[in-house]
Structure formats: structure tokens, C-alpha cells
């Protein structure tokens, strides 16, 4: 058995906010996780590198002398850590390492890793802020990013800046939401853990980059997360009334000025967010993606409404911008290893 006393507790910086900033994924609950953070040296038996998170399987020793084998996941996706210069050839079976890492609450044997000290002495993050003060962090290469390519309005790969709301305590959710949040457990009941499609709106819930495509009088978005493709109807008479249910529901959009609004419901899909959070087929969401006035940025912004399980409209926020070169990379989603 791992104890807590065993290892030291280590106390994580904070890092600022760049043009492409370091963030971290929003598709793990880390309500599972206890706070404390424990840094322990550790051997790498396994490297799972796949999304939605990617996993090392380590072997550690306990405070009884006792080897245990843990899973370590990933804050973030497998292609998010890639773009940041850290990926599965970044770790070797045998590697003596320690490890940065909160214990989960209800799966044993399952820790969220934040970061990985490599035997060189480089820190490797999984996601999380810098941990061990002082050690050289890995970090993507300075031609990682091709240039070339002219602006072409909102028609290009977009890459993930910051988002907010859509998630937390303070959500404004009736009684039968909040009953049905009760005995949601995200490692066991959520699709996207499965490796099942996402709907909406999780389906804009991502910190991957989203890709927009003229296809004749249809618009064509793509999510770099679960490999998500949306169509949005551009036709004058397109309605979704009568139209079949789906994960994704049917959207309809019109241009106003350099703003894309976005109509979308008949959504069949069983969570609003990766709490748990119960949607209904009755949920609609009015988005709006609007170009920057230098059309390098793409701002969102979504209302969601939902009559039976939200008592007050939720609004919803992120931003992209336009980096040169950057691609959709495809998702390859794999099923998370059993801790053995």
C-alpha cells in the first residue's frame, strides 16, 4: 500500500500565459484526484502513449518494502503533449525516473501524473505546471511549427488559447440534475473514456486544435479531439425541425459581418460536461465565432439552454488563434490500460 508520508510533498509554480500557451486538457476530471501531491522515484515498465490520455505504467517500491506496479495518466491528450515536445519516444522501459503524481480516490493503483523527472535531470510534464524548481523542462522544437500560408478569414486550423464556464460547483442545475450527478463516476461512465463518439456541446469542449472547411453551401468543422466532424447548414431553408436525433444534433448557421452564428439542437447525447452533467433532447446552444478585427483570433461564445435539467441559460467562452502550419493530427483514441 502507497502512503502519502512516505514521499515529500511537493508545492507547484504557476506559469504564465503565452501566445500558445501550456494548458491542460479538460476532458479529466480531477475531482477523482486527491490534492496532495507525491513525488516518488519510480521505474518505467510500460508507455501507453495514446489518447484521450496517455499512460506510463511505472513499478515503485513502498514504505513495506514492497513493489507495487502504478498507472500514471496524462493531464493532457497524447497529441496535446506532442505539440509541446513531449511524446511516448520521450520515455524508455527501464528508465529510473521520479515522478510527480496525485492519488485517485476511487480506482486503486491510479495516480493523475503531472510531471515525469527524466535520469538527465530534464523535467517531462504530463500536463501539469513545472514541478522540481530548477530542472530544464522539455519543450517543442523552434522550427515545430511551419511557417508559410496567407490569413483566409475563418477557413484554416485554428490552435487553442483559453476558454472558461461550462463546468464547476456553481452551475445552475435543477434537483433531478444534481440526483443524477450522484453516482456518475467519469472513468466508468463517460463515452469519451470508452473511445465512443462525443456530442455536443462536449464536442467544443477541447483544448485541440478545430479545423473550418467551405464545402459547397455547407460549412465542415473538425476537431482535432475524437476526431469530431460538424456540419453546419448554410441554406437558406435549412431547419432542424424533424430532423433525426444524433450525438452531434443539426446545426444551422448564418453569417452576421465576420460572425458565424450557429444554431444547434435535436442533440441526443447523455452529458453536458465531463462531471456528469444530464442534458436532455430538449438542450439547444447559439454559438458565434467571431474573427479577430486582424482575423489571427477566433473568438466562441455559446449560450446553452436546457429546460428540464438547467434553471438558468449557461454561457460559454474560448478563444483560437491562427498559427502558421499547424494541422489536425488524427485522434487514435485507444482504451486506457487496466492497472495490473
Not at 435549412?238 to 444534433?249: K, M
Request: hydrophobic share 40%.
Amino acid at each position: 500500500m502507497l502512503h502519502a508520508s512516505t514521499f515529500r510533498l511537493g508545492l507547484a509554480t504557476g506559469i504564465g500565459m503565452f501566445v500558445v500557451p501550456l494548458v491542460v486538457s479538460g476532458h479529466h476530471s480531477r475531482a477523482e484526484f486527491a490534492e496532495e501531491i507525491l513525488d516518488i522515484p519510480a521505474e518505467i515498465v510500460e508507455v501507453a502513449w495514446r489518447n484521450p490520455h496517455p499512460a506510463l505504467m511505472v513499478r515503485i517500491t513502498n514504505e513495506a518494502g514492497e513493489q507495487e506496479i502504478l498507472r500514471v495518466e496524462g493531464w493532457s491528450s497524447a497529441n496535446t503533449l506532442d505539440r509541446q515536445g513531449v511524446s511516448g519516444d520521450t520515455f524508455e522501459v527501464g528508465d529510473q525516473v521520479r515522478v510527480a503524481i496525485q492519488a485517485s480516490r476511487r480506482r486503486a493503483g491510479a495516480y493523475l501524473g503531472r510531471s515525469v523527472l527524466l535520469e538527465d535531470g530534464t523535467e517531462a510534464s504530463l500536463g501539469g505546471p513545472a514541478f522540481w524548481e530548477g530542472a530544464d523542462r522539455l519543450t517543442a522544437s523552434a522550427d515545430g511549427t511551419a511557417a508559410g500560408g496567407g490569413a483566409r478569414g475563418l477557413f484554416r486550423v485554428w490552435t487553442f488559447v483559453d476558454r472558461a464556464g461550462g463546468g464547476g460547483p456553481n452551475l445552475p442545475l435543477t434537483d433531478g440534475a444534481r440526483a443524477a450527478l450522484e453516482g456518475f463516476d467519469e472513468a466508468r461512465d463517460h463515452p469519451l473514456f470508452r473511445c465512443e463518439p462525443v456530442g455536443m456541446p462536449i464536442a467544443m469542449d477541447s483544448t485541440l486544435p478545430i479545423q473550418f472547411i467551405q464545402d459547397g453551401e455547407h460549412i465542415v468543422m473538425r476537431s482535432e479531439q475524437n476526431d469530431v466532424t460538424r456540419v453546419i447548414h448554410m441554406s437558406a431553408g435549412a431547419s432542424a425541425q424533424g430532423q433525426p436525433l444524433t450525438p452531434l444534433g443539426y446545426s444551422v448557421g448564418r453569417w452576421e459581418g465576420n460572425t458565424l452564428l450557429v444554431s444547434t439542437s435535436r442533440i441526443d447525447y447523455p452529458y453536458f460536461n465531463d462531471d456528469g452533467v444530464p442534458m436532455s433532447e430538449a438542450l439547444e446552444i447559439v454559438e458565434r465565432f467571431t474573427l479577430g478585427e486582424d482575423e489571427q483570433t477566433l473568438d466562441w461564445h455559446a449560450t446553452v439552454t436546457d429546460p428540464q435539467y438547467l434553471t438558468a441559460p449557461i454561457e460559454m467562452t474560448a478563444q483560437w488563434r491562427w498559427v502558421p502550419g499547424e494541422t489536425i493530427k488524427p485522434w487514435n483514441c485507444t482504451m486506457w490500460p487496466e492497472v495490473r
